[in-house]
């Protein structure tokens, strides 16, 4: 069945420095999300990405997708506290079945 | 607007007891979803619900049932509680066409 990774599972960096974890898809995926959870929180939608090839920013954070659709990243420029917590991506491979990656735990140190 | 509901928020159930956690959404939106998060195994989809009168299976469907009861609820059933189901479980919603995929606050289950 379809999986997906992230790596690396956890970042640790001081404030200011950047940060960028990777998400990889056994199958081609239509479409990838990411989301960012807080400790003892839900998970929030942050962007989607659609096209092969695509980048999008959200202020500090870069978001891209692979030319072949199975692979997918989102770099963050200067972190800061409020970055706190686990990022995931998402990939739909099949209608509607939306499979997480196993996560990116991000803590920064002020 | 209260988006999608969960309940219970917190439940301890003992080995073979069985329950049923409730969602519900008022969006309109036609695909639902149940997630389990373990500590460091991210979340995995339980079963999922592309429209009103569907299910499918997801990655860990053993052990649990659903329901789609109707477009707005989306119920997910242990018939038979094991240790193993200690977890929490997330509800979801989609919208159709949509990219926005809407969580439920969670649901902490501890099976002692």
């Known amino acids: 069945g379809q999986q997906v990774m992230q790596i690396p599972q956890y970042q640790h960096v001081q404030e200011g420095e950047d940060f960028t974890t990777y998400c990889n898809s056994s199958?081609?995926?239509?479409?990838i999300q990411w989301y960012k959870q807080r400790p003892g929180g839900h998970p929030v939608f942050l962007i989607q990405?659609?096209?092969?090839?695509e980048v999008k920013k959200q202020k500090r954070l870069t978001f891209q997708f692979g030319e072949a659709k199975k692979n997918s990243s989102l770099h963050i420029t200067a972190t800061q506290t409020t970055d706190v917590g686990t990022y995931f991506c998402?990939?739909?491979?099949?209608?509607?079945?939306?499979?997480f990656g196993t996560g990116t735990l991000l803590a920064v140190q002020p | 607007n209260a988006g999608v509901t969960q309940t219970p928020k917190f439940q301890v159930l003992k080995t073979g007891q069985s329950m049923t956690l409730q969602c519900a959404q008022d969006?309109?939106?036609?695909?639902m979803y149940w997630y389990r998060q373990d500590p460091g195994m991210g979340l995995r989809l339980i079963y999922y619900?592309?429209?009103?009168?569907?299910?499918d299976k997801g990655e860990v469907p053993n052990g649990y049932n659903v329901s789609r009861l109707n477009k707005r609820e989306f119920s997910l059933r242990l018939e038979s509680a094991a240790p193993s189901q200690t977890s929490v479980y997330f509800c979801?919603?989609?919208?159709?066409?949509?990219?926005?995929?809407?969580f439920g606050e969670g649901s902490w289950l501890t099976v002692v």
């Open positions: 979801a919603s989609l919208l159709k066409g949509g990219n926005t995929i809407y």
């Open positions: 998402a990939g739909d491979g099949a209608t509607n079945k939306l499979i």
């Open positions: 199958t081609t995926l239509s479409n």
């Open positions: 969006m309109n939106h036609n695909s």
């Open positions: 990405l659609v096209k092969s090839g």
């Open positions: 619900s592309a429209s009103e009168g569907t299910t």
